[in-house]
């Protein structure tokens, strides 16, 4: 973007791109030119909206300023002030979400070493790093931190482990000489002001170092946007929480819903209830890296317990209203971009933490945790210097209070009240003078001038020069009038310039302080988000779970913290979960819409929910520490990222053979559905037998395949339990209860009425269900095979019922035409391969059947 006076102007291929992202007139430079150059433009005060457009839509955006060239002031050259990307967004805003953190990660690392990350959050000065043994762990970790954009080592990016992560993430691989270790280190000190990065505890993590370099060249050179404001280098360590891969962080709807997009429906959706930006920031990274240390989960607890008091609360929650985002200010204020609104706010909201932490003060939990330093000096000086209300423009004025500077005060004095000081010189001179007649005038020839009558002459002192002779009068000035002159006519101007200047310092002044304010930051985002805990908690009757080292789980009474918020009544059917030593492994049977999904999904989020320190909605809960969570659904759909559903489903199983330990909660949903029964089945009993006897962590596998529950009878660390249903009338109600033992049937048929399949089809569905059982019973074995091609399934069984269709009764199917039905059926079911039919495909293929036969009994009747 070039600016040329009131636009910013592209031209060439970015003025046809933008034109179109933009939904820009796409004009020309040179008109008359047989090859025109093609150019868009946007007018400069709508830059902050289009540029977040833009980047929004995969690009970076360089935009050059026009700047007066020194050695030839005729001349305007451009420069290139800045570059704007999606991980060094635009500052004042628009495209950066409040209740979101703006990663700019770095990724370095050779193949078969040790994988360095870095993480800058330009609009808070924060800035991370950690390492990792390999590339899997890096992108899991890359996955969890949602970076805006990546710079990656150039090494790296052909690697098979980011060919997913790659394509949907802006990213640039500089030079490796960006990832030099030295360099990082000398730039990082430079940018922290210390001498070596020990104070740190970082000095050891080379890689990481490197990458975070690169972070530093890409910002600070490339971007060319200040690190003022970085003041702190967190260097943590990935293996201190849980993980949270990310198909389950999807399947359990944390963050963001499985369909659509906004928050609602998700944990994030229901936790969330804290009063400030950075709260909100701080529980979104909570829920993203729970914690498995119970010291830490347990204060998190006792924290929220010593807010359970409403009133109390209620107190600290409208006072945290007040308060601005103060990371993000701070941030402002130390890259010198902060106007006088955002120092205003930053006071304000100074002013609003002694009352908040006064009240958390009378709490015992929250002893340790309260910050000594609330920084109220800082607040007082800006209150003292700003207006009240300053404007957002730094160059009109009304910015600095009277009293402050006094040269300020005097300019503005003048400005204001000139014509009445002129008066009062006027009076003086008419004394010390004494010609009662004289007059201060004005007119564009002389500016200011003095007025003396002819009768009056004798009495005009020496100094006076003479400037004009009228008819009836002379007209003088006198070098104090001149310089008073000048005064008043450059009177605003000059206290437009001196606010500004004034308002520098003071921002200067402030940005000393920004560590402190950073420090303070972190404590009122913990208070916000405890409070927000406990404020949920509250008022949806959660408990506080006892979290323990141990690897056993017991939830009595417990709801499904989202769904029961979704519907907003009491009918939700709470449920009893346990696992010890003696039920590792539960097969969940039950018909499709009974509650399986539900009531698993419930376990692991509570799980998640007692790792952040949340309370849960349950009677009682004991959990013990989980290391990781896995939630696996069948055959969910990839379709975004090109692989065969069942092939996700089975390469996400994998990781979790890979990747569990004793300590892990699993829970898979419908595993193995995707593909035809029998290999679907045999791959759900080899996984479940795998789970049990190998990894022995806790699992709740859901499963529709009821042979599994022969595991459950047989193996030694497993149960079976269902969930219960009953039937009135052919018709299935559902009870939503949890009860030992596996389910005694699928209901399948009941639940195709009630989804309004057809009733010729689903009569005939029964029929074959009988048919299938009948044949299943006179066989046995581990598992029970059924051979569909021994079934008579369209010989005279089918003809002997009478066939009272009618092709009305179908609804919207359209019979086959062109060839002779019972031909037809014939010729489809020995085409057909029921080994390699997927349930789907059956179903379809029952459909076209039946057609063939209605067309088959229109015929004969
Ligand atoms: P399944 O996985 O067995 O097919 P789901 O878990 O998807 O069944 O549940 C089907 C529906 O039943 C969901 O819409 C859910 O809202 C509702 N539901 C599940 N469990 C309960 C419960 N305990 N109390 C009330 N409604 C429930």
Known sequence: LYRMGDFYELFFQDAVEAAQVLELTLTSRNKNDPEPIPMAGVPHHALNSYLGRLVASGHKVAIAEQKVDESNPKLMTRELVRVVTPGVPWEEGGSVEARMSCWLA?????PRTIFGLAFLD????????TEVDDLDEAVAELTRMEPRELVISPMLTESPELAVLLPSLAHTAPEISWFDADAGQRALCQVLGTSDLMGFGAHEMTTAVGAA???ISYVRDTARVSLEHVNNLTPYSVSGHMVLDEATRRNLEILRPMRGS??????L?????????MGGRLLREWLSRPRVDVHAIRRRQDAIEALWDSRLRRVIRESLREVSDLERLASRVGQGS???????ALAISLVALPGVFQQLATTKAFEAQLPKDLVQEVAVEIKRWLTEEPPTSLTEGGLIRKGVHE????????ARDGRKEMALMESRLKESTGISSLKIKHNKVFGYFLEVTHANRSKVPKAWIRKQTLSNAERFITPELKEFEDQVLG???????????LFRELRDRVAMHVPRIQRLAHAVAYADVIAALAEVAVENRYVRPVVHPGDDLKIIAGRHPVVEAMTGDESFVPNDVVMDENRRLVILTGPNMAGKSTVMRQVALMALMAQIGSFVPAREARIGVCDRIFVRVGASDDLARGRSTFMVEMSETALILNQATSRSLILLDEIGRGTATYDGLAIAWAVAEAVHDRLRARTIFATHYHELTYLGDTRPRACNQHIAVSEWKNQIIFLRTLREGGASKSYGIQCARLAGMPEPVVARAQGLLEKLEEQARSEDGEVQSINVRQLDLFGRAVSDEPTETSPDEMGDMEPIEEEEPVDLIRKMVSEMNPDELSPRQALDLLYQLQDALVLESVEVG
């Open 213 to 215: 370099g690169a972070l």
């Open 269 to 277: 959706w229901l936790l969330d209830r804290s009063c400030t930006a």
């Open 106 to 110: 770095g990724l370095h690392g050779t």
């Open 338 to 344: 902060a106007n006088a609104r955002d120092l205003g």
């Open 407 to 414: 040269e300020l005060d005097r300019l503005k004095h003048l």
């Open 262 to 267: 906004g928050r609602k429906g998700t944990l």
């Open 491 to 501: 009177a605003d101007e000059r206290s437009r310039a001196l606010e500004y200047e």
């Open 122 to 129: 330009i609009t808070t000065g924060e800035l991370r790093m």
